[in-house]
């Protein structure tokens, strides 16, 4: 992927310090091995828990924010399959499966019951670590891309949520119809820039849609009157479209 510039490699160590330490759980009843991966993850600026069997392990994950666990599949009290199932349906805590079991069904099993990644036994310390900061970025990416959804567009003191399709002006909710709120969106996605009634019912309507002109200059008068604050104009422009701009001082206004 092209936008993966921000991995802890090239960011360096300062910057692990200038943020919270991300939390790892480790579910895995060889003592030994837990606490050699511990070791390690906190060799590298993490900050671990060891749970020794699947029961406090499922309990760690549940009631605690990590931001990986490692949970070794065979397990006493609950195995691994078993704590992925269960935590699944309550919290997407990214998860690595560690198997001794190099068999394919316990693998797919895994990944089919919500697992992120696995790992078969005897591993590599470099290589879990690899795989753990390898997730860490996948699930940043997949975060900073909700996050691109999620934004908003402004104009003046109009707002608009894109993903729950809220107008706001301040704190004052504006109700508009579907039509109004996405020719709306339009204008403010476009600002200054003269949209065709063409371009506009195309986009709003649809192409298959029978609706006449008339429409998109029936849908513009609504919008108007709804945000007409003497700021926000939808500007006609004879002949062509709309434009959305802001008003200039002691102009008069031409509606259609
Ligand atoms: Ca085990």
Redesign the pocket.
């Known amino acids: 992927m092209a936008c993966c510039y921000y991995s802890n490699e090239t960011l360096g160590e300062n910057s692990m310090e200038n943020r919270d330490k991300q939390r790892i759980l480790i579910i ?3 003592k030994n091995l837990a606490r050699f991966i511990e070791l390690e993850l906190k060799h590298e600026g993490y900050e671990t828990e060891i749970c020794y069997n699947g029961r406090a392990g499922l309990e760690a994950a549940m009631n605690q924010d990590w931001d990986v666990i490692l949970l ?4 006493p009290e609950l195995n691994g399959i078993e704590v992925c199932r269960r935590l699944r349906p309550i919290k997407d805590t990214p998860i690595i499966i560690m198997t ?1 079991r190099d068999s394919v069904i316990d693998r797919v099993s895994g990944l089919d019951h919500g697992a992120d990644d696995y790992i078969v036994k005897p591993f590599a310390i470099e290589e879990l670590l690899a795989r753990v900061r390898a997730l860490l970025r996948r699930i940043d990416i997949e975060e900073e891309q909700r996050k691109v959804k999620q934004t908003t567009v402004t104009y003046r003191d109009l707002t608009i949520e894109k993903e729950n399709r809220v107008v706001r002006r301040g704190d004052e909710h504006i109700e508009l119809t579907k039509r109004e709120y996405e020719l709306l969106l339009i204008l403010m996605e476009n600002i200054n820039v003269v949209l065709s009634r063409d371009v506009l019912l195309n986009k709003v309507w649809g192409y298959n849609s029978a609706v006449e002109t008339r429409a998109a200059d029936d849908t513009v008068r609504r919008l108007r009157k709804k945000l007409s604050d003497g700021k926000t104009v939808i500007d006609t422009v004879w002949g062509f479209g709309f434009r959305l701009k802001e008003r200039e001082t002691n102009e008069h206004h031409q509606g259609s």
């Open positions: 895995e009843d060889e070794d599949l065979m397990l001794a």
